[in-house]
């Protein structure tokens, strides 16, 4: 399965990633949304790949995965607890995890997708068409059905 993570370019994630600082990307959420069943119905990591792109600009990289974990019924505790044991490899400055679990405490699943081999690739656009314009995560069978030409 194909997703794509669209990243706020203003936490300059991307870098982090193609660079090997950021190891894990985190998605957090209150409901099982989008890519919670994906993941949860097929948690073989080899099956998974990730493209990247930040907010208004095309992909440039892509990984794969080399695990998955999934965290549910998530307390503020517990949030805290993830937080402080993987903030380096999510990208987190660990100065900002008192503020981020903060805006996490009323989330109750994550998921960790412990990334492998990223790397960048040549740009391309993707038409969005169907799955909401302020979506950060897409999740589909194959990204060629969207890649623009």
């Known amino acids: 399965m194909d997703h794509i993570a669209i990243l706020n ?3 300059g994630l991307l870098p982090k990633i193609l660079s090997g600082e950021k190891t894990i990307e985190s998605r957090w959420y209150v409901n099982r ?9 097929n948690p073989n ?3 998974h790949k990730i493209y990247f792109k930040d907010s208004g600009k095309p ?21 805290k607890e993830v937080l402080n044991k993987y903030y380096k490899e999510i ?3 660990k100065n900002r995890i008192d503020s981020i679990a903060n805006e996490y405490k009323n989330k109750n699943y994550c998921i960790l997708l412990y990334l492998d081999n990223p790397r ?6 993707i038409n969005k068409k169907g799955f ?13 059905k969207i890649k623009k030409k």
Request: aromatic share 14%.
């Open 9 to 11: 370019p203003k936490w």
């Open 33 to 41: 949304v989008s890519p919670y069943k994906e993941f949860f119905e």
């Open 45 to 47: 990591p080899k099956k």
């Open 59 to 79: 992909i440039t990289a892509v990984s794969g995965l080399k695990k998955i974990e999934i965290y549910d019924s998530l307390t503020p505790i517990k949030i």
């Open 91 to 93: 990208g987190f400055g």
């Open 120 to 125: 960048r690739i040549e740009a391309f656009d």
């Open 132 to 144: 909401g314009s302020a979506c950060a995560w897409m999740s589909l069978d194959d990204i060629n």
